[in-house]
Structures are given as structure tokens and as C-alpha cells.
């Protein structure tokens, strides 16, 4: 089996990154692979072991499956779920419906597991790569001089950093936003907050516990439980020796600037009362809990500057809530689409050399904004259906209350869509006929999302490696 790894040819085009989260970190990959030279400042010294479960589903997986296997999915495969199933119960732990994992292939993976574990895969990748890293540096500010294509920003440190693009991939609470783009706009409480966990079975007793060991005995289980405005997701990894937990409620707090703060278990007790034995054992057993608090924002109106010479990405242009399970695929899919753009741009000899980076970022924005947009409702929708469900409508038809795994969200190939829309965005650009609603794979009546294209220009295979996941 081959792994589709090559970097393209040298562009020349400088990417500064603001924020190595995953948007950041896939941003700098994607460029360096297709031959732009990417730094990313960071304001973290160093990454520490924060956060808990996250997921990186298959529209990720495919941008992720072009990345050398052996050093990203072959450290992945380990450290990230493999559950058979993922079992729904009532709150009173009623069980109701059983929906069998995705089986995970070599073109098309999904990695559930602790973020800083992926996060640490991504980050090596990119360091293999060549990516310069400038950590525990803020950035303060951002400017732009057209007349020379040169963007650039500021740290708090008093450096400067300059290149022909800058990419504001700086988060929920994105300082890019107000200063790349002018908008204050404070993050809003979406009226829910999720209390999170995670931590290592030993010693724990969820090992020892008849009402807990099922859920870490024979391996890795995901198992729900819903009740009415609140929902229970337990979730066990590395064959049962981790297990994490998020209980998401209704919660009004003030927003503050943090992405977590430390919560109390006897407060998810509380939340839990009179619910099934088992979920509040696994969770009384807890050491510790984060109380993080579901942020919303209006969609912005644009995520690139006039000149179009900076850009935002990820959660700093668009955050999700996690019933989306989408927030960390669609920043990558933003690095892998930004990327793309860039290269296309490059290689499009009708664009003018001064015209090639601002094109890029507005076809990146334009063949984004209405998927990404149609990706956050999802979030929504899956959390009133489960907080709203009808219990004896639910018994009549239990595949209703399934996990939705919707095709044109999981299967959309980002960097193909791009190859195959680039010269519909630059005709829509230069003011020609505008791309229908159903082209931008943006919901359930789309037509591109699942278009089955030629590999990658130049990208050659560089080794052969065996794949694990076949026979
Ligand atoms: C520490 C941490 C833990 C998280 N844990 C979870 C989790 O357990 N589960 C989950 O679903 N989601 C978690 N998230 C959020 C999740 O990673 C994102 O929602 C999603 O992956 C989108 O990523 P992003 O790159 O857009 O933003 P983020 O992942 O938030 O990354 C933004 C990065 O920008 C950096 N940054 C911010 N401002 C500046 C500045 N001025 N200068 C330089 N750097 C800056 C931040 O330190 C951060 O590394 C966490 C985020 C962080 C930062």
C-alpha cells in the first residue's frame, strides 16, 4: 500500500500562522507540503497535556491519509478509539438503540482520543517537515502593505515576523478577529456549558466496580445517556485503560477567557440526579473535572482582510459546539483548503503575480463559508434532538435517535473539491456566474461532495508501507 507523500515544488510563498492548535498545525502542514514556507507562532512555551476527548472524523481523516502514515496514522491508531459500537440509554439508563462504529479504512480514518495526544502527533509531523516553530510568543498585532504583497505581525516580545500571507488561526477567543478585521464582537453564552473528564482507570475502582467495568473490561466503549436538556457521552480508550467523560447542561455563566475552568463533581452530581447508577458511579469515581462554557458567535461576515492578504481560520473564524463533533474537521479542512488555494492560485497562469495571494484567500472564504456555516446547524440540531427527544416516538423507531453521520459532511474530499471548483470561484471572483448553494457542499442537497477525482497532481508515492487496516 502507498502512502501519497510529496512535497510539491517551491512556491515561494511566505504563510505566517497565529495559533498552533489543529487549524494552525494543518494549515503549516498543508502548505509546507505543497511547497509554501510556513512558520507559526505560538503563545504556548510549550504544549502541555491539556484537554480531553476530541474528534477528527473522516472528512479530516481523508486530508490526514495523505500525510506520511508512518508518522502520523501509524501513531494515531494506537491512542485513539476502537470501540465496536456506541450504545444509547435513557437517563434512568434505559437502553434504547445500539449504532455500530464506522469501520475505519486507510483512505477514509477517524481518530477519537485525548487531544493532546493528537494534537502531539500533528505537531512532530510538522516539525518532520521542516515547519519553524516560535513558541511563547503573542501576537499583538497584525498589518498588511499591499503595494509590496507583505503581511506581517507582531509579538509581544517586540518581533516582527513577515510574510506574504497571514493566517489568524488563534481560537474561540481570537484577538485576530478584532484585529485583523475590526470585529469586537464578545463571545455570547450559548446557554449550555459541558462538564469534561478524563483520566486513567487505574486505581480509579471503574475497573473493580460491577456497575463500571463493562465500560474498560474488553476494551474501548462508548456509551450515552439523555435526558431532558442534559446528555452523558462516556467514552473509555487505549483498550480500556483511559476513559473521559462530557456532561453537557444548560448553564447561563458569564463567558470568561479561558477555554476551561475546574469544575466540581459534585456539582455533575447534582446535574445527574436520579439518573442510572452507573453513569453517576462512573462518574463519582472522577479526580477531577473542567467546567467549560459553550461559546457562541454570529457568523462573521468575512473571514479575509480588504486587501486580502490575511485570513482567519478555525474556531477563530467560526466556532462550533461539540454535538457538532465537527470543530477540529473543519479547521482542518480550512488548513487543507487554504493550502490548496494557495497552490492553485500559483500555478493559475491567468491570475496577475500581485493578484495570486488575494484570490487565493477570497476562493478559500468562498468555497468555506456556506459548508462551514451548514456544519455548525448540525451542532444544533443533534443537541435539541437529544435533549428534546420524545421518549414513545423514540421506543417506535430507536434508529431515530441515532448519531447522524451524514454523507455530504463525512465524506467531502476538501483539497479534490477545491481542484475541481477552482476555476468556478476565480470566474465568481472576477465577477462572473455565482456557484449554486448545492455546489459548495454545504448540506444535504449538495452535489460535490463526494466527487471522485484524480490523485493530487505531483504527489508521488514516497514509500511503501503495509497497511495494518487491510485483509
Ligand atoms: C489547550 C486547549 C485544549 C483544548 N481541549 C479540547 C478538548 O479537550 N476537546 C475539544 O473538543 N476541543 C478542545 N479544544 C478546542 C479545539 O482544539 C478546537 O475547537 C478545534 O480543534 C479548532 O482548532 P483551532 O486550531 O481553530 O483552535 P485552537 O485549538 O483553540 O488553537 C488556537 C491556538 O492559538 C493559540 N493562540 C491564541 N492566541 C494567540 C496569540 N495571540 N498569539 C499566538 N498564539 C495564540 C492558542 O494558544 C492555541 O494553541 C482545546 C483548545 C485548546 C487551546
Not at 86 to 104: L, W
Not at 188 to 203: D, H, N, P, Q, T
Not at 230 to 249: D, F, P, Q, R
Not at 359 to 364: K, Q, V
Request: hydrophobic share 35%.
Amino acid at each position: 500500500m502507498t502512502s501519497p507523500v510529496a512535497i510539491y515544488p517551491k512556491t515561494g510563498i511566505k504563510v505566517i500562522i497565529v495559533g498552533a492548535g489543529f487549524g494552525g498545525l494543518t494549515a503549516a502542514i498543508e502548505c509546507t507540503l505543497k511547497g509554501h514556507e510556513a512558520t507559526v507562532i505560538e503563545k504556548a512555551p510549550v504544549f502541555q497535556q491539556l484537554g480531553d476527548i476530541i474528534s477528527l472524523s473522516t472528512n479530516a481523516g481523508q486530508i490526514m491519509s495523505r500525510w506520511d502514515s508512518s508518522l502520523v496514522a501509524d501513531k494515531l491508531r494506537p491512542i485513539c478509539m476502537n470501540h465496536k459500537s456506541f450504545k444509547i440509554n435513557t437517563g434512568k439508563g434505559e437502553f434504547v438503540y445500539e449504532q455500530p462504529a464506522m469501520v475505519p479504512s486507510r483512505e477514509k480514518p477517524m481518530y477519537n482520543g485525548h487531544r493532546a495526544d493528537i494534537h502531539r502527533v500533528f505537531y512532530e509531523y510538522a516539525k518532520s517537515l521542516g515547519v519553524s516553530f516560535i513558541m511563547g510568543k503573542r501576537v499583538v498585532a497584525y498589518h498588511e502593505d499591499p503595494s509590496q504583497q507583505k503581511a506581517w505581525v507582531e509579538t509581544d516580545s517586540g518581533e516582527t515576523f513577515v510574510g506574504n500571507v497571514v493566517v489568524g488561526a488563534d481560537g474561540v477567543r481570537s484577538r485576530a478577529r478584532k484585529l485583523v478585521l475590526g470585529f469586537d464582537d464578545k463571545p455570547k453564552s450559548s446557554g449550555y456549558a459541558i462538564f469534561r473528564a478524563w483520566f486513567s482507570v487505574e486505581g480509579s475502582g471503574i475497573d473493580t466496580d460491577p456497575l463500571t467495568k463493562e465500560f474498560v473490561e474488553n476494551g474501548d466503549t462508548h456509551t450515552g445517556w439523555l435526558g431532558e436538556d442534559v446528555h452523558l457521552l462516556v467514552a473509555s480508550c487505549k483498550g480500556g485503560k483511559e476513559i473521559s467523560w462530557v456532561c453537557t447542561h444548560t448553564d447561563d455563566a458569564d463567558i470568561d477567557d479561558s477555554w476551561s475552568n475546574p469544575g466540581k463533581v459534585s456539582d455533575v452530581l447534582k446535574i445527574l440526579d436520579g439518573w442510572d447508577p452507573k453513569c453517576r458511579a462512573i462518574v463519582s469515581k472522577t479526580p477531577s473535572c473542567v467546567d467549560w462554557k459553550l461559546v457562541h458567535r454570529d457568523p462573521l461576515p468575512t473571514w479575509v482582510t480588504e486587501s486580502g492578504l490575511t485570513c482567519l481560520l478555525g474556531d477563530a473564524a467560526h466556532p462550533f459546539l461539540p454535538t457538532s463533533i465537527q470543530g477540529c474537521s473543519q479547521a482542518i479542512e480550512d488548513g487543507a483548503v487554504l493550502a490548496t488555494c494557495l497552490s492553485m492560485a500559483h500555478q493559475d497562469s491567468s491570475i496577475k503575480s500581485d493578484a495570486k495571494v488575494p484570490t487565493a484567500l477570497r476562493a478559500y472564504q468562498r468555497l468555506r463559508y456556506d459548508r462551514v456555516k451548514a456544519a455548525q446547524e448540525t451542532g444544533k440540531e443533534l443537541r435539541d434532538k437529544w435533549h428534546k427527544a420524545d421518549w414513545t416516538k423514540v421506543r417506535e423507531n430507536p434508529e431515530s435517535i441515532r448519531m447522524p453521520r451524514e454523507d455530504w459532511l463525512l465524506k467531502h474530499d476538501s483539497e479534490r473539491f477545491v481542484r475541481r471548483m477552482w476555476s468556478r470561484a476565480v470566474a465568481e471572483l472576477a465577477g462572473g456566474e455565482k456557484i449554486p448553494m448545492r455546489s459548495l457542499a454545504a448540506g444535504r442537497d449538495s452535489d460535490e461532495f463526494d466527487v471522485e477525482l484524480p490523485p493530487t497532481p505531483l504527489a508521488t508515492p514516497k514509500e511503501e508501507i503495509e497497511d495494518p487496516l487491510s485483509g
